[in-house]
């Protein structure tokens, strides 16, 4: 599907991993991307990255050969901006350096053109502070990598306008995006929330010595998470209550939920932590290299959504 009529340029500001998978995502559906970052290095990475993402949306089937959109390096932030139809943020993740930076983007950008922040966690509120057109600032938060994770996160700040978050979600959805709009702005917005939830958790089980990090990831991946890789906890617990459903659910265990949700750990991530998990991590992966963890994880997903578009075929 081709990007939507009026967007035929993107920018995409902060050219690092979650950056460079979305100008790959971006190209691949026929936008021309011209990208910018401060770092030294970075228009190689970029270049290098695209290509290395390249394969994979040729196997998801978003594209053929090589891409459709053109790719321009600036390193000038607002000649990147000035023509540019749609600006996705993607810079690093702290609030003074955002309020700054989106204050620079808007200074730069036509009045009409939606810039949208990659944030993990930060509100739009708190990052459009000093924008002039604060109207035309929204989230879209993507789960890394862009290319390849279906989920976008929409939310608007206080300044934000209705017909500008309509228009974003409406953008994202022709590149193939399943997206979620925040009724109201949280920090870390909801998917960060509850995987840190589950984070938390499993720090608390490593520190209280329960079980081995090995242990505590397998008992995600060949337990919950695979239902959730096609049901939400929701819907999980709604068939857990057998036929009746979630009141049957709610009935027969929330007694145990209860007592389970007390009995949760609340690990803070003080030095001491740090190391224990890092120590444990290295431990566990051995002079296995990131790169490596990153292209399996990648050939999963692919496997995985393939799948899941077999199942959802099926059932259509």
Known sequence: ???????????????????????????????????TD??????????????????????LGVCKGKPKGQLTFEPDLAKCVAA?????ECAIEREAEKVKLLAEIDKSVRPDILISSSSSAITITAMQRECRHPERVVLGHPFNPPHLIPLVEIA???????DSLMRAEAFYKTLGKST????????????????????????????????????????MTEGPGLRWALMGPFLTYH???????????????????????????????????????????NEAIGAKEVRSFSEERDARILALLATRQVISTNHS
Not at 84 to 88: G, I, N, T
Not at 156 to 162: C, E, K, N, P, R
């Open 1 to 35: 599907m081709e990007a939507h009529a009026d967007i035929r340029r993107a920018a995409v500001v902060g050219a690092g991993t979650i950056g460079a998978s979305w100008s790959a995502l971006f190209m691949a559906h026929g936008l021309d991307v011209v990208a």
């Open 156 to 162: 608007g700040g206080a300044l934000t306008s209705q």
């Open 239 to 281: 068939l857990a209550g057998g036929a009746g459903g979630m009141a049957s659910f709610m009935k027969q265990f929330s007694p145990m939920q209860q007592k389970l949700w007390r009995d949760l750990g609340q690990p803070e991530i003080r030095e001491e932590t740090q190391r224990l998990v890092t120590d444990a991590m």
């Open 38 to 59: 401060i770092n030294e290095g970075a228009e190689g990475s970029l270049r290098a990255a695209v290509a290395k993402a390249w394969p994979d949306l040729v196997a």
């Open 84 to 88: 540019a139809d749609f600006v996705q």
């Open 180 to 219: 979620i709009r925040l009724n109201k702005e949280i920090y870390g917005h909801v998917a960060n929330r509850l995987q840190g939830a589950v984070f938390r958790e499993a720090i608390h089980l490593l520190q209280s010595g329960v079980a081995s990090l090995s242990d505590i990831d397998k008992a």
